[in-house]
């Protein structure tokens, strides 16, 4: 169980943050800052990594990787469409 861990949360980690970096990349309107996105992202990724983990144990490398990038996708673009910035003119 934590040699998972092990293998699994760099993974997390590195699909939170390339996904928070291509979407400050992408789309600078909206968001709170480099920084904050990559928090976002961070979180959103390893919640959805958690919840994959624990539905669909032995789950390969490639494929955490995948679902991490969807849960940091779907934390940005909920914190960009609920939370407007006052940078983004809403």
Same mark, same amino acid.
Request: charged share 5%; glycine share 14%; with cysteine.
């Given at each position: 169980?934590?040699?998972?861990?092990?293998?699994?949360?760099?993974?997390?980690?590195? $699909?939170?943050?390339?996904? $928070?970096?291509?979407?400050?990349v992408?789309?600078?309107a909206?968001?709170?800052?480099?920084?904050?996105?990559?928090?976002?992202?961070?979180?959103?990724?390893?919640?959805?990594?958690?919840?994959?983990w624990?539905?669909?144990?032995?789950?390969?490398?490639?494929?955490?990787?995948?679902?991490?990038?969807?849960?940091?996708?779907? $934390?940005?673009?909920?914190?960009?469409?609920?939370?407007?910035?006052?940078?983004?003119? $809403?």
């Amino acid at each position: 169980m934590t040699e998972q861990i092990a293998h699994m949360g760099p993974m997390l980690i590195l $699909a939170g943050l390339v996904t $928070a970096w291509l979407a400050e990349v992408l789309s600078r309107a909206g968001g709170y800052g480099y920084t904050l996105d990559m928090g976002v992202g961070l979180v959103g990724s390893v919640l959805a990594g958690t919840l994959v983990w624990v539905f669909l144990s032995p789950i390969a490398m490639p494929w955490m990787f995948l679902f991490g990038c969807a849960g940091a996708t779907l $934390a940005i673009a909920a914190q960009r469409g609920f939370w407007r910035s006052a940078l983004a003119g $809403a």
